[in-house]
């Protein structure tokens, strides 16, 4: 069964640390890999998407990466940010036609000031 | 501003209602979906139309029902709302090549009693 795990469930950090999220996934065939941020009572909004060649790929002070070969994906936030606060939610599409998305249950990182 | 736009925000219903949720994109995209997000639980798919015309089943479709009206606008139905169908619902559209992310709307809360 396709499956996205990711951890930790959630995380607090202080406004300015640095924190990593991570995704396994046992999902086939692999398409690509996508990382959506989802504020409280709004939709998620895409940060990143990787191929199967791809193994980092960086939007401003998010910084993701891919090992296909142990089916894993981080998402590295740098100095974070009190707008950093939010569910980060993994996505991995499981065939070539864009319509089986698996989705992560989330990590929701809470960053104090 | 363009995107997904999702009627109602917020609904209660009674254990035996009906009700339709509406979605509408104004990008011209080919495919629309119907999510439901429970907590600890990553999005799960309902139901999805590839294109106008055309709908098919998700991962949980049970005891709902969707029509594509035109290419802008794709409703999801609950014909007899169940406690079980307390959730969010997101609404998301994309365009049918697989490089493409989703656009989400911003939510449905939906609490049956």
């Known amino acids: 069964k396709n499956q996205v795990e990711q951890s930790p469930q959630s995380l607090i950090i202080l406004e300015g640390k640095n924190c990593t999220l991570q995704?396994?996934?046992?999902?086939?065939?692999?398409?690509?890999l996508r990382w959506y941020k989802q504020d409280t009572g709004r939709g998620p909004v895409s940060l990143t998407i990787?191929?199967?060649?791809?193994n980092t790929k960086s939007n401003g002070r998010y910084t993701a990466t891919l090992d296909a070969d142990t089916k894993q994906s981080s998402l590295h936030i740098t100095a974070s940010q009190l707008s950093d606060s939010a569910s980060y939610i993994c996505?991995?599409?499981?065939?070539?036609?864009?319509?089986?998305?698996?989705f992560g249950p989330g990590t929701r990182l809470s960053v104090l000031p | 501003n363009a995107g997904v736009t999702q009627t109602p925000k917020f609904q209660v219903l009674k254990t035996g209602q009906s009700m339709t949720l509406q979605c509408a994109q104004d990008?011209?995209?080919?495919?629309m979906y119907w999510y439901r997000q429970d907590p600890g639980m990553g999005l799960r798919l309902i139901y999805y139309?590839?294109?106008?015309?055309?709908?098919d089943k998700g991962e949980v479709p049970n005891g709902y029902n969707v029509s594509r009206l035109n290419k802008r606008e794709f409703s999801l139905r609950l014909e007899s709302a169940a406690p079980s169908q307390t959730s969010v619902y997101f609404c998301?559209?994309?365009?049918?090549?697989?490089?493409?992310?989703?656009?989400f709307g911003s939510g449905t809360r939906l609490t049956v009693v």
């Open positions: 990008m011209n995209h080919n495919s």
């Open positions: 995704c396994n996934y046992t999902v086939s065939p692999f398409s690509n």
């Open positions: 996505v991995v599409t499981a065939d070539n036609y864009g319509q089986n998305f698996v």
């Open positions: 139309s590839a294109s106008e015309g055309t709908t």
């Open positions: 998301a559209s994309s365009e049918a090549e697989y490089n493409y992310g989703y656009t």
């Open positions: 990787m191929t199967f060649s791809e």
